[in-house]
């Protein structure tokens, strides 16, 4: 039976897969824009690492820092994590990180993605604020609202004014 075997081994062994993975969390972490560009498989495996370490991140304790030493193996990182990381994203219950895929590598044609932590991509959170300023729903309200006619005679007033000005200044 195969019960609760449901681990990607990544065709590596437990201590090179261990390393593999701490090596890659430091490089999430260090990074300046904190995202890494790898393969969907490694990705996976990558996120079920860092996330529990970004939450132990959130109680800056001295047992939670040798915790997340343990697994990281860098003061470099310990330090970015529990200084900038825990910061940005402290009233975040979770789902740290975002995998976005970006086709297949042409050595191998391996699936491949960015990794990286969601409060770091400014692009996304400029759109999810643009987004989120429009209505959800509709309503029958807002249907007649955009129904009813507009009012033309304030159009025809602002327009006059505009073309008796250029006139008046020519004649000066």
Known sequence: ?????????????????????????????ISPNKRIFTTVAKAKALKKVIEPIITKSKEDTTHSRRVVFQTLQSKTAVTEL????????????GGYTRIIKTGNR???NASMCFIELVDYNE????????ASKGR??????AKKKEAAPVEEPKAEQAETP???EPKSEAAE
């Open 1 to 29: 039976m195969r019960h609760n075997k449901k681990f990607n081994h990544l065709g590596r062994t437990k201590t090179h897969r261990e390393a593999m993975l701490s090596n890659m969390c430091v490089s999430l972490i």
């Open 82 to 93: 529990f200084q900038n990381i825990s910061q940005k994203v402290g009233d975040r219950p």
């Open 106 to 108: 042409l050595g191998d």
């Open 123 to 130: 692009n996304m959170l400029k759109e999810k604020k643009a």
């Open 136 to 141: 959800t729903r509709r309503s029958a309200a």
């Open 162 to 164: 505009a073309t008796e």
